[in-house]
């Protein structure tokens, strides 16, 4: 059981992750239109992540016994200038995300609903994996500096991403 309030906030959240989901697709797009693969990859399969994310709102919200309403998404930012921009962008986005996480977590206490407040545990460490992964690029992406050799070395690695 949940009350009408957190399954609300849970529905919100299932939506967000499918939004999250868009963002990288657009990233992706704009990665592969300027012949970086491997930065496409990274994205295309941030977004199959964030796909999977929504999914586990969306069971939760069903085990909790509510019903999953999906929202119209909103268009992502198409327009990139430089990788880093988009690194940045969605180092930006996972920080929102986490926000949305805590205030989650926030509402779960407040109402002792401890099925949510176990289920968004993992949600925590996902986050903090998600922001030092996107920090550590941004990290390397500063280093090279627009360095074609090394925006290429990058790409490779990032195109291993499982
Ligand atoms: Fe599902 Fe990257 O937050």
């Given at each position: 059981?949940?009350?009408?309030?957190?399954?609300?906030?849970?529905?919100?959240h299932?939506?967000?992750?499918?939004?999250?989901?868009?963002?990288?697709?657009?990233?992706?797009?704009?990665?592969?239109?300027?012949?970086?693969?491997?930065?496409?990859?990274?994205?295309?399969?941030?977004?199959?992540?964030?796909?999977?994310?929504?999914?586990?709102?969306?069971?939760?919200?069903?085990?909790m016994?509510?019903?999953?309403?999906?929202?119209?998404?909103?268009?992502?930012?198409?327009?990139?200038?430089?990788?880093?921009?988009?690194?940045?962008?969605?180092?930006?986005?996972?920080?929102?995300?986490?926000?949305?996480?805590?205030?989650l977590?926030?509402?779960?206490?407040?109402?002792?609903?401890?099925?949510?407040?176990?289920?968004?545990?993992?949600?925590?460490?996902?986050?903090?994996?998600?922001?030092?992964?996107?920090?550590?690029?941004?990290?390397?992406?500063?280093?090279?500096?627009?360095?074609?050799?090394?925006?290429?070395?990058?790409?490779?690695?990032?195109?291993?991403?499982?």
């Amino acid at each position: 059981m949940a009350s009408e309030k957190l399954l609300k906030e849970l529905n919100d959240h299932f939506n967000f992750e499918l939004l999250s989901a868009y963002h990288y697709m657009a990233m992706a797009a704009y990665c592969s239109s300027e012949n970086m693969n491997g930065f496409a990859h990274y994205f295309v399969e941030q977004a199959k992540e964030e796909y999977e994310h929504g999914m586990k709102f969306y069971q939760f919200i069903n085990d909790m016994g509510g019903r999953v309403i999906p929202r119209a998404i909103e268009e992502p930012k198409n327009d990139y200038s430089s990788f880093l921009e988009v690194f940045k962008e969605a180092l930006d986005h996972e920080e929102q995300v986490t926000v949305k996480i805590y205030e989650l977590l926030d509402l779960a206490r407040e109402e002792n609903n401890y099925p949510t407040i176990q289920f968004l545990q993992w949600f925590v460490e996902e986050q903090l994996e998600e922001e030092n992964s996107m920090k550590d690029i941004i990290f390397v992406l500063e280093g090279i500096d627009g360095n074609f050799q090394g925006l290429y070395l990058l790409d490779k690695e990032l195109g291993s991403r499982q």
